[in-house]
């Protein structure tokens, strides 16, 4: 959630092309609802790319081969533990165009408004785990921060605090996302 908002905060114009979608589709005086999510594919995108942007787990779970295996040319011996470098892989350039910016739009083919992931990978298939320790939540979590996500945009208008921040060279800049430190790197972000 928190990610969703940083990347509403850094792009208004994905707030206000998300805010005109839940205003076409959804009644006045309701917030949007599970029945609602094949209609609003622009929420469905940024809440992907929020999971994909800053990741919640950078490394993923251990995994240990239970046979031996190869991989370009490695030889894994069973009892090998597998580290998946999650962050790398929602990160790599060949398969999300500009992968440290935050854009929604990178899920939605340009002539149907619909989500299409020949444009870029699904990250649910990467975020949430891998074979048979993949998050039994998932669903959940997913749904969840659909609804967080879809009733906070069309309920609210996220703007940047108007304060400054001082930098150590005592320059006052424009509080942005760099600035941020919620974002360290370790085991969970």
Not at 55 to 73: A, C, N, Q, R, W
Not at 118 to 130: M, T
Not at 131 to 146: K, Q, T, V
Request: charged share 25%; proline share 7%.
């Amino acid at each position: 959630m928190a990610t969703c908002i940083l990347g509403l905060l850094e792009h208004p114009e994905v707030l206000k092309k998300a805010q005109m979608q839940i205003d076409r589709v959804v009644k006045p005086g309701h917030l949007p609802d599970l029945d609602d999510q094949p209609s609003l594919p622009y929420i469905t995108a940024i809440v992907k790319e929020a999971l994909r942007w800053r990741e919640v787990t950078p490394i993923g779970g251990l995994h240990t081969l239970s046979t031996d295996d190869e991989y370009k040319g490695y030889r894994l011996p069973a009892g090998a533990i597998v580290i998946a470098n999650v962050w790398a892989m929602l990160h790599d350039e060949n398969v999300y165009a500009d992968p440290f910016e935050f854009n929604p739009d990178r899920f939605i083919n340009p002539e149907t408004g619909k989500i299409d992931y020949s444009r870029a990978r699904d990250p649910e298939l990467i975020c949430f785990g891998f074979g048979r320790r993949i998050c039994p939540g998932r669903f959940m979590a997913f749904e969840s921060l659909w609804l967080l996500i879809a009733s906070l945009i069309a309920t609210f208008d996220i703007e940047k605090a108007k304060e400054k921040v001082t930098l150590p060279s005592g320059e006052e800049v424009e509080r942005t996302v760099e600035l941020t430190h919620e974002y360290e790197s370790a085991l969970v972000s």
